[in-house]
C-alpha cells in the first residue's frame, strides 16, 4: 500500500513484510520483491499519487449519477466500445451500492459509487433515492451494462452476476475477471481483490 505521511514533509511510507518473516515463508519472497521493485522507483521519482486526480463521484445527486450513466450511455449509442470496471457490494440480503469506473486515472476519467440504501441506526436500511429515482437510475444502468458494445470487467463476477440477474432482471456483458486471470497465471496465491490489485494498480492505497 502506497501511503503518505502528511507532515511535516510528506514521506513516503510501504509497508512490506520483516525479511525475516520471508526467510521463514519463502513463498512470499516474490510478492516483495515485487512490492519493492514497483513501488522504490515511483517514490523516488516523486510518482506517488496520479496527476490529475481521479474523478470519484460517491454519495452523488440524482443528475450527478443520471449525467454520468447518460454520457456512457450515449457514448455507446454512438458506436463507441466502452470498457468500465463493475462492482457491487452487498449486505443481508441487498445490494447496498453499485460502482463503475471508465478507465484509468486520466482526464475526464470517472469512477462511479452508486448508493442504494442508507444505513440507519439499528441496523436497518431506507433506500437512498425515492422510487421514481431508483427507478430512472435502474434503468440507466441495465441500459449501460447490457449494451453491445460494453465491455465489464469485474472481481469474482460470478457473484455479482448472480445479484443483478435476480435484482434486475439483466446479465452484464462481463468480458473479463480479474480473479480469474490471475488464478490462471498464478494458481495457489491469493485471489481477493486487495491483493491483485496491489500487485497490478500503479497506484495502490
Same mark, same amino acid.
Given at each position: 500500500?502506497? #501511503?503518505?505521511?502528511?507532515? $511535516?514533509? !510528506? *514521506?513516503?511510507?510501504?509497508?512490506?513484510?520483516? @525479511? &525475516?518473516?520471508i526467510?521463514?515463508?519463502?513463498?512470499?519472497?516474490?510478492?516483495?520483491?515485487?512490492? #519493492?521493485?514497483?513501488?522504490? $522507483?515511483? !517514490? *523516488?521519482?516523486?510518482?506517488?499519487?496520479?496527476? @490529475? &486526480?481521479?474523478?470519484?463521484?460517491?454519495?452523488?445527486?440524482?443528475?450527478?449519477?443520471?449525467?454520468? #450513466?447518460?454520457?456512457?450511455?450515449?457514448?455507446?449509442?454512438?458506436?463507441?466500445?466502452?470498457?468500465?470496471?463493475?462492482d457491487?457490494?452487498?449486505?443481508?440480503?441487498?445490494?447496498?451500492?453499485?460502482?463503475?469506473?471508465?478507465?484509468?486515472?486520466?482526464?475526464?476519467?470517472?469512477?462511479?459509487?452508486?448508493?442504494?440504501?442508507?444505513?440507519?441506526?439499528?441496523?436497518?436500511?431506507e433506500?437512498?433515492?425515492?422510487?421514481?429515482?431508483?427507478?430512472?437510475?435502474?434503468?440507466?444502468?441495465?441500459?449501460?451494462?447490457?449494451?453491445?458494445?460494453?465491455?465489464?470487467?469485474?472481481?469474482?463476477?460470478?457473484?455479482?452476476?448472480?445479484?443483478?440477474?435476480?435484482?434486475?432482471?439483466s446479465?452484464?456483458?462481463?468480458?473479463?475477471?480479474?480473479?480469474?486471470?490471475?488464478?490462471?497465471?498464478?494458481?495457489?496465491?491469493?485471489?481477493?481483490?486487495?491483493?491483485?490489485?496491489?500487485?497490478?494498480?500503479?497506484?495502490?492505497?
Amino acid at each position: 500500500s502506497m #501511503l503518505e505521511l502528511q507532515a $511535516p514533509d !510528506a *514521506l513516503k511510507v510501504l509497508p512490506i513484510l520483516h @525479511p &525475516a518473516a520471508i526467510l521463514r515463508a519463502w513463498y512470499n519472497r516474490d510478492v516483495t520483491i515485487h512490492d #519493492l521493485s514497483a513501488r522504490v $522507483p515511483l !517514490a *523516488l521519482a516523486g510518482d506517488w499519487r496520479p496527476s @490529475p &486526480a481521479p474523478n470519484i463521484v460517491h454519495m452523488p445527486t440524482f443528475a450527478d449519477a443520471t449525467g454520468i #450513466l447518460s454520457d456512457w450511455h450515449d457514448q455507446l449509442k454512438r458506436g463507441n466500445v466502452l470498457r468500465l470496471s463493475h462492482d457491487i457490494e452487498t449486505a443481508r440480503g441487498v445490494i447496498t451500492c453499485m460502482a463503475f469506473a471508465d478507465g484509468p486515472f486520466s482526464a475526464g476519467a470517472n469512477a462511479l459509487v452508486i448508493p442504494l440504501v442508507r444505513p440507519q441506526p439499528g441496523g436497518a436500511f431506507e433506500n437512498y433515492w425515492s422510487a421514481a429515482e431508483e427507478q430512472t437510475v435502474s434503468r440507466l444502468m441495465v441500459d449501460v451494462w447490457s449494451h453491445p458494445n460494453v465491455r465489464i470487467e469485474g472481481q469474482n463476477y460470478n457473484y455479482d452476476t448472480q445479484w443483478i440477474e435476480a435484482c434486475y432482471g439483466s446479465r452484464p456483458r462481463l468480458d473479463f475477471d480479474t480473479m480469474l486471470a490471475h488464478h490462471l497465471l498464478w494458481p495457489g496465491t491469493p485471489k481477493a481483490l486487495d491483493y491483485i490489485a496491489s500487485l497490478y494498480n500503479h497506484y495502490y492505497w
